[in-house]
């Protein structure tokens, strides 16, 4: 859902990010508590995926960096810092270290009760916020500019924004594994942006394409041994990705060559048309019968298209011959000025 | 310092130095996360070439690894293409699909080999002196050492044979369409390059660390300098030490060799990033602030140019009528008198004859907009910083 806006924002890879920066938080929070706590750890994922965040925006902001190279450098480094941290732990005197990296890659099956009530209660939050804000989100999506004009504080909701993307990346990273969080983020909302041009039916679709793909997925990797749930999860919305892809009626691939190769007959025909109307116009009978055999030399004649302009009426065709019907001559005239005033 | 010790630090120096060339034009094309996707989705090729030769240590590995790190990039450019969705996302779309397929390939196929995900996405340097090159039974040192070797000679023979079709394509991709280079072949090009140090580099040091050197030192060095040649010396000094400087750092805290690479990248990063002289954080809030200071300070000459009134110079009416906090108007009033533009009297302020020429220069400035007046002007602010 909030990917929508990730996506919109051209942040996309922020979840990618973020999910990365993450790690040396759960390594930090470790380190000073000792506990495993899962709460604990995603306070510290939270913090360090924040300052990831707000670090990448402080780049793009001040210096000429582009956002992608601020994104990977965070990411890199972050990540390798947190490498660091977590072997230093590893080789600390202190049993009680292993399992941590479970985080790096995410074990939906490990997930008790109770995280998945804590879960559902921050997405619920989430939505609240959502639908509060939502005009809020709109018109700073859109008109940044625009929003400032009207004296809303920009700055506090985009970090209202980054921050609920980063509350959900760093929950989402349980389930799905930090490489994998970033699909998760991205896939349903951009499968959804395929669909529509409103942002509130977006989100929705979003949310949808999101929830099914992970009980599919979790299906699939349930039915079988050996396959981990989170690569199957970002598989099946891949899946519905490249669907969205191609059929989505707008602005499918499908479609949009469909579109392609119907304005290449119809234009097509009309030259045929036009060609036809060149020959009749120098003659006073418009329905005066010539032979087909003139046409062949001409781009756009096949004998199917000739069958296509009788079908319309356009022309009569008897053998060899054919002749235009005060229809076609009619339409044909409307045509070249059309074309004419186009031209002009 | 042992041999190993010596040994590691040489392949980490050598990848450094390979991951630097690439990635300084990676970072100018703005393409930086095409590494992180690389570095991601080599992980199917790897597997697949794993099915095919049944030998972890072939070097068709690296080639249909290499390849996938291409069909990576031919991806994003044909998602890219359709217009659908922007470059960035489609980025994001392929790696992770990718990486899932090269995931469930592993865990269904090859459960059993020493093939997981961690050894790919961390690496382990301390391992590489282990596995030796040998030729006849004769130890020629470390293999990735050779492998990374080759691979950074193919890249510096690559970059001198092609530095100006680089530069050119990098820069300005429609003069170098209009001089007869074709962008695309350079574009694939550099991205198969990309894609092979990725493959070479991780068996060594870890897709993460590879991604965290091909961005952090091109970025460093792209706050310090404009200059292509000095960006790249740049990059490359930086990845040396930060492979140098990481090394004693894992050694010192017996962590991971890659993981204490990246700090130090990051840390040389971080002090660049606040003290750059031109791009630096700091630098860059110092300038704004002088530049608000210049604009206020104008602001206010200009105030008491139009007002002859005494009520209007009061030195109590700024507060109000300029809407500045008490702290702000002292500030500018203060600097005013010190550069001699303004007199207090009796909490009356005046222009003296400097501050009146000043103002009526700027007065000029701004009606006219040309730069020639406002030359003499420019030297009076360098006074004032002063």
Wanted: glycine share 6%.
């Amino acid at each position: 859902m909030l990917g929508s806006f990730a996506v919109l924002r051209k942040q996309s890879l922020l979840g990618d990010a973020i999910s990365h920066a993450a790690l040396p938080g759960i390594a930090i929070a470790f380190l000073i508590t000792g506990t495993k706590e899962t709460n604990v750890l995603l306070i510290g994922a939270l913090v360090s995926g924040l300052l990831g965040a707000f670090w990448i925006r402080g780049i793009t902001k001040r210096t000429h960096l582009k956002s992608d190279t601020a994104l990977g450098l965070i990411l890199s480094i972050f990540f390798g810092f947190g490498m660091l941290l977590l072997t230093y732990i590893q080789k600390l005197p202190n049993a009680n270290q292993s399992g941590l990296d479970k985080f790096l890659f995410g074990q939906a099956a490990t997930l008790l009760a109770r995280d998945v009530w804590f879960m559902a209660s921050v997405t619920f939050v989430c939505l609240v916020v959502l639908l509060l804000f939502w005009k809020e989100f709109k018109i700073l999506l859109f008109d940044a500019d625009y929003a400032k004009t009207l004296g809303f504080n920009i700055q506090l909701i985009d970090i209202l924004i980054t921050s609920f993307i980063v509350i959900a990346i760093v929950l989402g990273l349980q389930t799905v594994g930090v490489v994998l969080m970033s699909a998760m983020l991205l896939a349903p909302a951009a499968a959804a942006r395929q669909w529509t041009n409103s942002l509130g039916i977006m989100v929705v679709l979003a949310a949808f394409f999101g929830a099914s793909s992970g009980v599919i997925g979790t299906a699939i990797s349930a039915s079988q041994n050996n396959l981990s749930t989170g690569p199957v999860i970002v598989l099946v919305a891949a899946v519905f990705v490249g669907f969205s892809f191609i059929f989505s009626p707008s602005r499918g691939l499908l479609f949009r060559q469909i579109r392609f190769i119907q304005n290449r007959k119809d234009l097509e025909l009309h030259k045929t048309l036009a060609f036809m109307f060149e020959i009749v116009k120098s003659h006073e009978n418009i329905s005066h019968p010539h032979a087909v055999k003139i046409l062949n030399n001409f781009h756009g004649y096949t004998r199917k298209s000739l069958g296509k302009l009788e079908r319309k009426e356009y022309i009569n065709v008897s053998g060899s011959m054919w002749s235009m019907t005060p229809k076609g001559y009619h339409f044909a005239a409307n045509l070249y000025n059309q074309q004419g005033n186009e031209n002009e | 310092m042992s041999s190993a010790q010596i040994e590691i630090q040489l392949i980490a120096s050598i990848v450094a130095i390979a991951c630097a060339i690439p990635g300084t034009f990676l970072v100018l094309r703005k393409m930086a996360l095409i590494s992180d996707a690389i570095s991601h989705s080599i992980l199917p090729g790897l597997v697949l070439g794993f099915f095919i030769t049944h030998d972890l240590n072939s070097p068709l590995l690296i080639i249909t690894a290499a390849l996938s790190g291409v069909v990576t990039v031919v991806l994003v450019e044909f998602i890219q293409k359709t217009q659908l969705v922007k470059e960035d996302t489609a980025i994001g779309l392929v790696f992770p699909v990718l990486f899932s397929i090269g995931v469930i390939m592993i865990a269904k196929n090859a459960n059993d080999v020493h093939l997981d995900t961690d050894a790919i996405l961390l690496g382990e340097l301390a391992f590489a002196p282990f596995d030796r090159f040998l030729l006849n039974g004769s130890d020629l040192g470390p293999k990735s050492l050779w492998i990374i070797g080759t691979i950074l000679l193919i890249t510096i023979s690559l970059l001198f044979a092609f530095f100006k079709e680089l530069k050119i394509s990098t820069f300005d991709a429609g003069l170098a369409t209009a001089l007869g280079f074709s962008p695309v072949v350079i574009h694939y090009g550099l991205m198969s390059v990309a894609s092979i140090t990725v493959v070479g580099s991780f068996d060594a040091v870890g897709a993460i660390l590879v991604v965290a050197l091909m961005i952090a030192p091109a970025a460093t060095a792209y706050l310090l300098t404009d200059n292509l040649k000095k960006m790249l010396g740049l990059s490359v000094v930086f990845g040396v030490f930060a492979a140098i400087a990481g090394y004693w750092l894992a050694h010192w805290l017996d962590a991971s060799i890659s993981g204490s690479m990246t700090t130090i990248l990051g840390i040389v990063f971080l002090i660049v990033y606040l003290f750059a002289p031109k791009r630096g954080l700091i630098s860059v809030l110092y300038r704004n602030r002088q530049q608000q200071i210049e604009v206020s300070l104008l602001t206010f000459l200009l105030h008491l140019n139009n007002h002859q009134e005494i009520s209007e110079r009061h030195i109590n009416h700024l507060n109000e009528h300029i809407n500045w906090r008490r702290v702000k108007s002292k500030s500018v009033l203060d600097l005013a008198t010190k550069n001699n533009m303004i007199v207090i009297d009796k909490s009356i302020i005046s222009l003296t004859e400097k501050g009146k020429d000043f103002t009526d220069k700027a007065i000029d400035y701004i009606i006219t907009n040309d730069h020639s007046k406002i030359e003499s002007i420019k030297e009076d602010f360098f006074l004032f910083r002063g």
